[in-house]
C-alpha cells in the first residue's frame, strides 16, 4: 500500500469492509505497523497496515501559522530563558502525534502566559534539548557557558533554566560549583505534569520562577512545588536538593537543609541567608571536570572485589553511598570490604562517603564498624548528599588528586553543600 | 402544549447515555465508593487553558478557564496518587473493558480492536487531571423500537468526574470519590424521531445496561439528549435521570428553538443546555470541539485481542427476562426473582448457591433475614446498615454450616440474630448446635409417645410444637429417621 499521504492530511483509509475518514496521525515508534487517524469526532483509531488498501488524499493538511505577538513592557523585568528539554518543554501536536519542543519566546508565550504578565523574557538559548537522563558533565559546562553570558548581560534581570526532572539535582549541583562570583538569580525549574494539560504543574513553577529570578537571591536554586497544592513553591539550595518522588509535583526535597524561599505567584517570602545580587560583580566559570568518578552504593554481601573494576578502568575517585552512621561489610562480615579499601587508596584512589539513608550526618566515630573504616582513609563528607559529592569529586579532582587537598577541598563548604548545623 | 408535526419541523433527536460500571476505579486500583464521611484531607488546585491542536484554545475549554478559580478536591483513605493527578494513570480496568464489551456486543456494535486512550480537556475543574480519560471501544450498531431502528453510532469506555460539593465565586469544592468510576457512554444516532421514541429507547438501553455489570441507584446513570429542529444547531441537554420527563424536556425545547428562529436569531451555535424539575431547560456552555481531544500519551495503543472479545461473547450476560425464567426453573417464587434483580444480588446468588444447592434458602438468606434481624437489632439506619453487612459476609460460613449438618436451615435466621447480638461465629453455631439436638431429642419423645402415625400426622404435631425452630425438611428428616427405626 503506497500512500503520498502524511502526517496531518485529512484522508480516507479503505478497508475491505469499511472505509474511514479523519486525519492520519503519525504511529508511535514501537507501532509503525499501525495506522493511526484521528476521527472527526476527536477520538483516534487504529487499523493494521496491511489491512488498509488505501489511503487517500482528501484534504492536505494546513499549516496554521499564527503570528503571535509577545507582549513588552519597558516597565517589566528583562530575565533569559535556557530550555534543556524534559516534560516542561515538549508538547504533544495531537495533530501530527509527535512531540514538538518549545524553543522560541512566542511559544514559551503560547503556553505560558501567566509567566509573561510578570517579567519580559528577552532571550531564549537552546544549548541542546535533552532529557535530562541522557546528560552529563559535558552538558553541565555548556549550561555554564551559556549561563555566564547571559548573567553577564546588563540588560538581563535573572535566568531561568527549564530541564528535566531525572538528574535535575545533579545538574543543580553542578551550577553551583561551576558558577563563580554569581551576580544574579538562576534559577532551575520543572515539570512533572506534561505542559499539554490544564493541571500542568508547570504553570505555578515559572509563575514563582519569574519571581525569584527577579529577585536579589544570587544562588543557583531549584524552584519548584512545595507541596502537592498548586498555591506555593520554596526556592531550594541547588545543592541541598534531591528528586524523592517518581511523579509527584512536590518531587523535590530539601536535604540537611531549608528553603531560601517560600514562592506564592505573588510574592516572595524570604527563609535563610543566601548570597545577594550584586550587578557589579561578572560571572566566571570554573567547568573543569574529571570524568573518572564513580558513585557505588553499598549493600548486603556486595562484593569488594567490585573495587578492582574501578581500579582497572582508572577511576580516580569514588562516592560510597554508605549505610547509617557510614557503614560498609568489616572484616567480620563474609565479604569485609575493609582489606580492600585500604588496597585501593594504598593505590591512589580517592574514596568518599556519603550516606544513603539520604537524611543526617555521617558519623564513623560512634561504631566500632565506622572507626575500622575511617582508618582505610575513607573521607567522610558529612551531610553532603551523595549526588552532590559525586559532582564535587569530579570537580575537584579535576584541579588536584592529591589525597590531601582533595580532603581539604572536599571537607570546605564551597556552595552550601555542608551544613555543619542540622535542625529537626 | 400545541400539537406537533415531528416530522414536519425536521425533528433530529439523539440520546447519550452514561451508565457507572460496578467495578473498581478504570484508570487505578481505588474502590467506586462514595464517600458520606468528612474527607481526610483537601488539596488545592488550580487549572489553566491549553493550546489545543494548531495553537487554538478550544471554545468551551476557553470559556470555562476564563474563570480562574481555585479547586478543592476532598480525598479519602481511599483516594489515591492517580486520582490526585500525582501519578501516570494504572493499565486500563480489564474488569470495566469486558462490561463495555458486553454493553457493545448486546446493542449490536463492532468492537474497535486497535483504539487509542483520549484525554479530553474538561476544565470546569471535575477533574484534578484537566482532562477526562476516554476511550472509544465500539461502533456501528443498533437497536429495535416500536417506532423503528436506533442506530448506536459509537461506545464510550470513560472516566467518571469528581463530585461538586459546593460553589462560591473563586472557590469549588469536588469530592474524589466518584473520580474515575469506570463510565460507558452509549451515543445513539440522531434517528430518533419523536420524543415518545426517545423515551423508549432510553428504557430499552437502560435494561440492557441492568443485565450487565453495572452501579445500581440514583446518580448512577445519566442521560443526555441532543436536540435540532430543521435550520438549528443542536441543543445537548443534560442533566436527568428520569426518561419519563424526556417528552417534555423534547417538546419544551423544540417551542425554544422554533422561537430563536422565528425571531431571525443571529449566530445561533451548538450549545449544552441543562435540564430543570419543570422541563425547560437553561443554557450552560458552548458545545465543545474535537480541538479538545487529544492521546493519553501515559498509556500505549489500547489493543482488544481477538480472544478477548471471543470470550466476551461467550459470555455475555443474559438480559432480565432470561435470567427469570431461569431461576423460576430453579424454583425460586416471583417475588424473590424480582428482589434478586432489584438488589442486583444474581452473581451473588449464583455463588452462594455453589456452597448450598437450595435456592430458596440462600435467597431467602441473602435478601430477606439481614434486613430484618438487623432492622430489630440496629438503632438508627447507620448501625442498621453496618449489621446487615455484617451478616452478608457471614453467609458462606452459615450456608458451609447447614451443608455440613452443624445447624439446620430454619436456624439460620437465629443464627444471624446471634451474630447480630456481637456474639462470635463459632458461638453463635455452638448455640445453635445444643438447640438442635435439643430439639431433636425433644421430637424423638414426641414421637415415641404416639407411635403408629403416618408422615404426615407427625409433621403436623411436630409443626404445631415447634414452629420456627425447625424447618419443614429437617422435621421430615427425623420423622423418617423414627419411622425407618419403627
Redesign the interface.
Known amino acids: 500500500m503506497k500512500t503520498d499521504a502524511v502526517p496531518g492530511d485529512y484522508v480516507e483509509v479503505s478497508l475491505i469492509k469499511r472505509d474511514y475518514e479523519g486525519i492520519l496521525l503519525e504511529s508511535?515508534d514501537?507501532?509503525r505497523g499501525?495506522v493511526?487517524l484521528?476521527?472527526?469526532?476527536?477520538?483516534?483509531?487504529?487499523?493494521?497496515r496491511k489491512d488498509v488498501s488505501g489511503i487517500k488524499i482528501l484534504r492536505k493538511a494546513e499549516e496554521?501559522k499564527?503570528e503571535?505577538d509577545v507582549k513588552r513592557n519597558k516597565e517589566k523585568p528583562n530575565i533569559a530563558m535556557i530550555i534543556t528539554g524534559g516534560t516542561i518543554a515538549a508538547r504533544?501536536?495531537?495533530?501530527k502525534?509527535g512531540v514538538d519542543w518549545l524553543t522560541s519566546p512566542e511559544d514559551l508565550f503560547?503556553?505560558y502566559p501567566?509567566l509573561f504578565e510578570l517579567v519580559n523574557v528577552v532571550k531564549v538559548e537552546v544549548p541542546f534539548m535533552k532529557a535530562s537522563e541522557d546528560m552529563d558533565f559535558k552538558d553541565w559546562q555548556k549550561l555554564a557557558k551559556v549561563s555566564k553570558k547571559l548573567l553577564n548581560d546588563s540588560n538581563i534581570k535573572g535566568l531561568i533554566i527549564t530541564h528535566g526532572t531525572d538528574f535535575l539535582h545533579y545538574t543543580s549541583a553542578a551550577l553551583s560549583f561551576f558558577l563563580k562570583d554569581l551576580n544574579k538569580p538562576v534559577v532551575l525549574t520543572y515539570s512533572q505534569?506534561?505542559?499539554?494539560?490544564?493541571?500542568?504543574d508547570a504553570?505555578?513553577n515559572l509563575q514563582c520562577s519569574a519571581l525569584a529570578a527577579i529577585s536579589d537571591i544570587a544562588e543557583v536554586m531549584l524552584v519548584g512545588h512545595a507541596t502537592?497544592?498548586?498555591?506555593y513553591c520554596y526556592a531550594m539550595p541547588g545543592t541541598k536538593v534531591r528528586k524523592m518522588h517518581?511523579?509527584?509535583?512536590d518531587a523535590f526535597k530539601i536535604v540537611n537543609g531549608n528553603p531560601i524561599a517560600k514562592i506564592y505567584p505573588d510574592r516572595i517570602d524570604i527563609l535563610s541567608n543566601h548570597n545577594l545580587r550584586d550587578n557589579k560583580k561578572s560571572v566566571s566559570c570554573d567547568t573543569d571536570f574529571l570524568e573518572s568518578v564513580a558513585l557505588v552504593k553499598i549493600y548486603p554481601g556486595q562484593d569488594p572485589d567490585i573495587l578492582d573494576y574501578y581500579l582497572k578502568k582508572k577511576y580516580k575517585g569514588i562516592v560510597l553511598e554508605m549505610s547509617g552512621l557510614g557503614h560498609a561489610p568489616t572484616k567480620r562480615a563474609r565479604k569485609g570490604w575493609t582489606k580492600k579499601l585500604k588496597e585501593v587508596q594504598g593505590k591512589g584512589m580517592i574514596v568518599c562517603a556519603a550516606a544513603q539513608t539520604i537524611n543526617g550526618r555521617l558519623d564513623p566515630l560512634v561504631y566500632s564498624n565506622g572507626r575500622e573504616l575511617l582508618d582505610t582513609g575513607i573521607i567522610y563528607l558529612e551531610d553532603m548528599l551523595a549526588e552532590t559529592a559525586f559532582v564535587k569529586l569530579g570537580w575537584v579532582l579535576a584541579k588536584t588528586t592529591k589525597r590531601d587537598e582533595v580532603r581539604k577541598m572536599m571537607l570546605t563548604n564551597v556552595a552550601g553543600e555542608l551544613n555543619n548545623r542540622l535542625g529537626v | 402544549m400545541v400539537y406537533l408535526d415531528y416530522e414536519k419541523i425536521g425533528l433530529k433527536c439523539g440520546l447519550e447515555i452514561h451508565q457507572q460500571l460496578d467495578s473498581h476505579k478504570l484508570f487505578c486500583n481505588c474502590p467506586s465508593v462514595l464517600r458520606k464521611d468528612e474527607p481526610d484531607f483537601c488539596v488545592k488546585r488550580k487549572l489553566h487553558a491549553v493550546a489545543g491542536e494548531s495553537g487554538q484554545v478550544d471554545v468551551a475549554a476557553e470559556y470555562q478557564a476564563g474563570l480562574g478559580k481555585e479547586f478543592v478536591y476532598q480525598a479519602y483513605d481511599t483516594t489515591c496518587l492517580v486520582e490526585l493527578d500525582e501519578s501516570p494513570p494504572r493499565e486500563i480496568n480489564e474488569e470495566a473493558l469486558r462490561t463495555a464489551l458486553h454493553i457493545s456486543l448486546l446493542l449490536n456494535c463492532k468492537i474497535v480492536p486497535i483504539t487509542q486512550i483520549m484525554r479530553k480537556t474538561v476544565i470546569d475543574g471535575s477533574n484534578t487531571s484537566g482532562f477526562q480519560r476516554s476511550v472509544l471501544v465500539a461502533r456501528d450498531g443498533w437497536i429495535e423500537s416500536e417506532h423503528g431502528r436506533v442506530g448506536i453510532n459509537y461506545v464510550y469506555l470513560e472516566e467518571d468526574a469528581a463530585r461538586k460539593v459546593s460553589e462560591e465565586d473563586w472557590n469549588v469544592v469536588y469530592r474524589l470519590d466518584r473520580l474515575g468510576i469506570p463510565l460507558v457512554e452509549i451515543v445513539t444516532a440522531p434517528d430518533v424521531k419523536t420524543p415518545e421514541q426517545a423515551k423508549e429507547i432510553a428504557l430499552h438501553i437502560g435494561d440492557i445496561l441492568r443485565s450487565c455489570r453495572v452501579r445500581r441507584g440514583i446518580g448512577t446513570i445519566r442521560q443526555d439528549i441532543n436536540v435540532s429542529i430543521a435550520g438549528h444547531p443542536r441543543a445537548e441537554i443534560k442533566g436527568f435521570q428520569d426518561p419519563k420527563i424526556f417528552i417534555d424536556v423534547v417538546n419544551k425545547e423544540i417551542e425554544r428553538q422554533k422561537e430563536d428562529l422565528d425571531s431571525g436569531k443571529e449566530g445561533l451555535v451548538p450549545e449544552v443546555r441543562g435540564a430543570n424539575l419543570d422541563g425547560s431547560t437553561k443554557y450552560l456552555r458552548p458545545l465543545p470541539g474535537s480541538a479538545r481531544m487529544y492521546p493519553e500519551t501515559d498509556l500505549p495503543l489500547l489493543k482488544i485481542s481477538r480472544s478477548f472479545i471471543d470470550d466476551s461473547k461467550k459470555n455475555l450476560p443474559k438480559h432480565n427476562k432470561e435470567i427469570e425464567k431461569e431461576l423460576e426453573k430453579q424454583g425460586l417464587n416471583v417475588e424473590m426473582i424480582k428482589l434478586l434483580i432489584k438488589q442486583n444480588k444474581i452473581e451473588e446468588f449464583k455463588s452462594l448457591l455453589s456452597v448450598l444447592n437450595q435456592p430458596m434458602v440462600v435467597a431467602k438468606s441473602l435478601l430477606v433475614y439481614p434486613r430484618e434481624v438487623s432492622s430489630r437489632s440496629g438503632k438508627d439506619s447507620k448501625e442498621i446498615e453496618e449489621i446487615s453487612s455484617k451478616l452478608d459476609s457471614f453467609l458462606e460460613q452459615i450456608f458451609g454450616a447447614v451443608k455440613k449438618k452443624q445447624i439446620s436451615s430454619g436456624q439460620i435466621k437465629e443464627v444471624m440474630e446471634s451474630l447480630a447480638s456481637g456474639s462470635k461465629f463459632s458461638e453463635a453455631l455452638k448455640m445453635r448446635r445444643n438447640d438442635s439436638g435439643d430439639i431433636q431429642e425433644r421430637i424423638m419423645k414426641l414421637l415415641k409417645g404416639k407411635p403408629g402415625l403416618s408422615e404426615n400426622a407427625y409433621m403436623g404435631l411436630i409443626m404445631k410444637e415447634f414452629k420456627g425452630k425447625i424447618s419443614g425438611s429437617d422435621a421430615m428428616e427425623i420423622i423418617r429417621k423414627f419411622i425407618g427405626k419403627r
Open positions: 508511535p514501537a507501532e499501525i493511526l484521528k476521527l472527526d469526532s476527536g477520538y483516534n483509531i487504529g487499523f493494521i496554521i499564527k503571535i504533544l501536536n495531537p495533530k502525534g503560547k503556553f501567566e505534569r506534561s505542559i499539554d494539560r490544564a493541571s500542568s504553570n505555578l502537592i497544592n498548586d498555591d517518581t511523579s509527584r509535583r
